[in-house]
């Protein structure tokens, strides 16, 4: 039983990695623009069936599928960024119905385009186990939480160091004196969106290559990401991690423990407790919410 | 509103729409099934131009009041009008368990309601001792014969879902007009500011969100006993959401009639056209409509052709 338990965190664990790049990506165009994204999800999904596309159509791993997603990816969120910029009125609560519009839009044409059956990789070489003492894990999913790890490092750079990452950051925290200050927030919004998307797009190819996909799943990817925000607090890489590393733990423990049908449960009760004790987060400062 | 077209509006809905096209089954089973939307579309749109929240997660109450009134009747032999007004009942106690989510607001309650939506369903396919799991509920009771009239065929349910859907405009239109709705509108442009004037806001928005999920849950189970069949894929599908919401954006969400209108529009483009284009992923252009409708229009096609004859109107 131990055994078993060890084993659902491990796996837990390296769920998270991705689970954490697709919340990064949600989080960092909220900070910027105040705005959910509710097409996140969507365009993680469109990534993981551009991975099943490479792989089925070319022969190649699916890991070769990334600079693939990456620019349809980015172009797709650069797609969201334009409807997004272009609403004037209600932003808060425009923004949110055009892109539950954009994420519509997605769903149905990845139906079109894929049709509703479920896809998941045949590369044996992501798909074999790795022994690690009494823990097993996919060789795809140890390389894709790996990678996961190497993108949530060079994401702190970026938002630490590079001119961009800091007008980020500035425009997230006031965006009238980031203007004054010369940085252009319109195009830092655009940049913002284009990460989110280059996230996106890696972790949409983690998803095909250790897991299955279907058309309808890109919903559920988004409430993940805002429950892992929720978990987290906006505001910080690591904290976002462990975040996704509880969400991965509490549905590998579920799937272990009682069933795997009830595997989206878990997160929405770690949600509401999170909401009813701990308003701020696990990991959050004082921050309103809106 | 012009008050004097109200009369005339209601006579045709209730004696000119039957008697032209009763005798067609395809098109009246149209019109029920864009009634049904028009009346989740108007659930929708009180409470997001009262209460200021935009929900995604309407496809539960819809899920809810269907599966409570479809088990009450089916089950536990409840007559089939009573299990109408429980199941709107099942969808506010859905309602309460989601209280919580209030404290939270814009994007936040938008993403927590629809991670709600998903709960509902993963419990009604799980809960299999009740209701009947992934197989569904079948033999769900239809509207019953009273006084000679069959309220199950597709003529008798459009008077049932008339008269569900004028009611609650009726009551939207009053709740509206009262000093709650005032106090609505006052929370919509500072929430603090109302606050501060001694109104319970979160009180008041809780009740927007009870009230919409009634309205939602009984519109819900009206579909149940129409249709005679539930599963939860059909009674928690995201369709119930995306239609409501792209008939009252295109209506304009922030009117009572728009709602209706855009659902009864939106339905029947979507069916007789959309649905021809293409077959299997018709709801993209459903999604492309919204968007376009946010971009250019976001308040609406109502206002927009209304707003030339607004002086003449005299409103």
Same mark, same amino acid.
């Given at each position: 039983m131990s055994d078993l338990i060890l084993q659902a965190l491990y796996s837990g664990v390296l769920a998270g990695g991705s689970y954490a790049l697709i919340a990064l990506g949600l989080a960092l165009v909220f900070g910027t623009m105040r705005v959910i994204n509710l097409a996140h999800g969507e365009l993680v999904l469109l990534a993981a069936y551009i991975g099943y596309t490479v792989e089925s159509r070319l022969g190649w791993s699916p890991v070769a599928a990334i600079p693939f997603a990456l620019v349809v990816v980015c172009a797709a969120a650069a797609c969201v960024y334009g409807v997004v910029s272009r609403i004037r009125v209600d932003r808060e609560i425009n923004s949110l119905i055009a892109t539950f519009g954009i994420g519509v839009i997605l769903t149905?044409?990845?139906?079109?385009?894929?049709?509703?059956?479920?896809?998941? *990789?045949?590369?044996?070489?992501?798909?074999?186990a790795v022994v690690m003492g009494p823990l097993y894990g996919m060789r795809g999913e140890l390389v894709f939480f790996g990678v996961s790890l190497a993108l949530m490092g060079a994401l702190w750079w970026w938002?630490?160091?590079?001119?961009?990452?800091?007008?980020?950051?500035?425009?997230?925290?006031?965006?009238?004196?980031?203007?004054?200050?010369?940085?252009?927030?319109?195009?830092?919004?655009?940049?913002?969106?284009?990460?989110?998307g280059v996230l996106a797009a890696c972790a949409g190819v983690a998803l095909y290559s250790v897991g299955v996909i279907q058309p309808a799943l890109g919903g559920a990817l988004t409430v993940k990401a805002f429950i892992i925000t929720v978990l987290a607090g906006v505001g910080s890489i690591p904290g976002v991690l462990l975040g996704a590393v509880l969400l991965g733990v509490a549905e590998a423990l579920t799937v272990t423990l009682a069933s795997s049908a009830l595997q989206e449960l878990a997160g929405m009760g770690l949600f509401l407790?999170?909401?009813?004790? !701990?308003?701020?987060? !696990?990991?959050?400062?004082?921050?309103?919410r809106g | 509103m012009r008050r004097a077209y109200f009369p005339a509006l209601l006579l045709a809905a209730y004696a000119g729409v039957p008697l032209v096209l009763g005798g067609n089954a395809y098109v009246m089973s149209l019109i029920d099934a864009a009634l049904v939307i028009g009346g989740i579309a108007l659930a929708w749109a009180l409470l997001g131009n009262l209460g200021g929240m935009v929900s995604f997660g309407h496809s539960a109450f819809v899920g809810v009041?269907?599966?409570?009134?479809?088990?009450? *009747?089916?089950?536990?032999?409840?007559?089939?009008?009573?299990?109408?007004?429980?199941?709107g009942v099942g969808a506010v106690l859905a309602a309460i368990v989601m209280l919580p989510v209030l404290r939270l607001r814009g994007p936040y309650f938008a993403l927590a309601i629809l991670a709600y939506a998903h709960i509902f369903r993963i419990l009604a396919t799980e809960w299999t001792a009740v209701t009947g799991g992934a197989a569904g509920v079948s033999g769900v009771p239809p509207l019953p014969v009273i006084a000679?009239?069959?309220?199950?065929?597709?003529?008798?349910?459009?008077?049932?879902?008339?008269?569900?859907?004028?009611?609650?405009?009726?009551?939207?239109a009053r709740v509206s007009a009262s000093h709650y709705g005032l106090a609505l509108r006052a929370m919509h442009d500072s929430e603090d500011a109302t606050q501060v004037l001694g109104v319970n806001s979160t009180l008041l928005k809780a009740a927007m969100l009870l009230l919409s999920a009634f309205m939602t849950g009984v519109v819900g189970a009206f579909n149940a006993h129409y249709i005679g069949f539930l599963e939860p894929d059909?009674?928690?599908?995201?369709?119930?959401?995306?239609?409501?919401?792209?008939?009252?954006?295109?209506?304009?969400?922030?009117?009572?009639?728009?709602?209706? !209108?855009?659902?009864?529009?939106?339905?029947?483009?979507?069916?007789?056209?959309?649905?021809?284009?293409?077959?299997?992923?018709?709801?993209?252009?459903?999604?492309?409509?919204?968007?376009a409708m946010i971009v250019f229009s976001p308040r609406g096609l !109502?206002?927009?052709? *209304?707003?030339g004859r607004k002086s003449d109107a005299g409103t």
């Open positions: 149905n044409a990845i139906l079109l385009v894929w049709s509703a059956d479920v896809r998941s *990789t045949s590369s044996a070489w992501l798909q074999e938002l630490a160091k590079s001119w961009y990452g800091r007008a980020v950051r500035a425009v997230a925290s006031n965006r009238d004196a980031a203007q004054l200050m010369g940085i252009p927030p319109g195009r830092t919004e655009l940049v913002s969106f284009l990460v989110a407790l999170v909401l009813f004790v !701990l308003p701020n987060g !696990l990991f959050g400062a004082v921050r309103r | 009041g269907g599966y409570a009134s479809a088990l009450l *009747t089916a089950k536990a032999g409840l007559p089939v009008p009573a299990g109408l007004l429980l199941g000679g009239i069959d309220f199950g065929g597709k003529t008798g349910a459009y008077f049932v879902i008339l008269t569900i859907v004028c009611v609650f405009a009726w009551i939207y059909y009674a928690f599908a995201g369709l119930w959401v995306t239609l409501p919401i792209v008939a009252a954006i295109f209506g304009g969400y922030r009117t009572i009639a728009g709602p209706l !209108l855009g659902a009864v529009v939106v339905y029947l483009l979507d069916q007789l056209v959309f649905k021809t284009l293409i077959s299997s992923g018709h709801q993209l252009i459903l999604g492309a409509l919204l968007v !109502l206002p927009l052709l *209304t707003r």
